[in-house]
């Protein structure tokens, strides 16, 4: 088995596997103010939260060009590869995942498997990782969907936003709309459920949002039974997630703990100075 690893640019990568010969990525659109910009291509972090600040117009994201996506396995065809395991954002936050299923017979020669991730992000990227380590020890497709499945059963997060309105805006949180109507000074924990971002629990202040996530997130450390890690995940917000680690590692002095950030796709969904806390098992 000569096997490829595809993903889209919302996972983020570990620095070691970021220039793998067996990894390729697919960009995934932002439009802002009416231009369009494929993500760690045309724009990185940084700059677009800089943009967003400024921006006349709600940010927007798209789906990959299915033609672009298509030539793009039909090139690791030509290169040799007889297997694609192709993982992506979340089904409940794209659309993606369910084109992909559709395609998977349109390149004769090549097994393509799309493969939900259900979450984004630095967990998505750990699934990445794990993928092509596994290619390398010599596994078979079946073992490496089967690590997979279980990292995906084992991954929690929580996040933790200033503002709800790009999520309701964009369709991506569910009850939102009711859920801003009864705000107020409530800070929401959010979280993933069957790959939606839903409400978790209403907290009163920001301070106790972070307080209670740091205790869920211990809570699934032991229901997860399993060597795991954890990450802090920011939408340009580095000083809170460096103190926000701080804590988590006070709290849990032996848990393996990781910053990153959300790249513009995901930004757009949870607005500056979101910050996540996930727990993915290994």
Do not use: C, W
């Not at 298509?70 to 030509?78: F, G, I, R, T, V």
């Not at 969907?145 to 709800?164: E, F, G, K, M, P």
């Not at 869920?216 to 939408?235: D, M, N, T």
């Not at 701080?246 to 950030?261: F, S």
């Amino acid at each position: 088995m000569k096997l490829a690893v595809v993903t889209d640019s919302t996972a983020y990568l570990p620095e070691r596997i970021k220039n793998h010969e067996d990894l390729f990525i697919i960009p995934i659109p932002v439009i802002l103010d009416g231009k369009v910009y494929n993500e760690g291509i045309d724009i990185e972090a940084d700059e677009y939260y800089a943009l967003l600040k400024n921006s006349k117009e709600f940010p927007t994201t798209s789906q990959p060009v299915l033609g672009e996506v298509l030539a793009l396995y039909e090139s690791l065809k030509d290169r040799g590869y007889d297997t694609i395991i192709s993982i992506h954002l979340s089904s409940g936050i794209s659309g993606f995942i369910g084109t992909l299923y559709g395609i998977t017979d349109e390149i004769e020669g090549v097994q393509i498997i799309p493969y939900d991730s259900k979450i984004t992000s630095m967990p998505m990227g750990h699934m990445v990782e794990t993928a092509l380590d596994l290619s390398s020890q010599g596994k078979t497709v079946e073992e490496i969907i089967s690590h997979l499945d279980t990292i995906r059963d084992n991954t929690y997060a929580y996040l933790i936003v200033d503002d709800l309105n790009n999520l309701v805006r964009g369709g991506r949180l569910t009850n939102g709309a009711a859920l801003i109507g009864g705000l107020l000074k409530i800070k929401p924990i959010l979280t993933f459920d069957q790959g939606k971002i839903v409400l978790y629990e209403r907290i009163r202040s920001s301070k106790k949002a972070f307080n209670r996530a740091e205790d869920i997130i211990g809570q699934r450390e032991q229901e997860i039974a399993l060597p795991v890690k954890f990450y802090v995940i920011h939408a340009n917000n580095l000083e809170v997630a460096k103190e926000e680690k701080a804590k988590l590692q006070a709290k849990y002095p032996n848990a393996e703990i990781e910053i990153g950030h959300f790249g513009p796709v995901i930004g757009s969904h949870l607005g500056e100075k979101a910050i996540g806390i996930a727990i993915s098992a290994q």
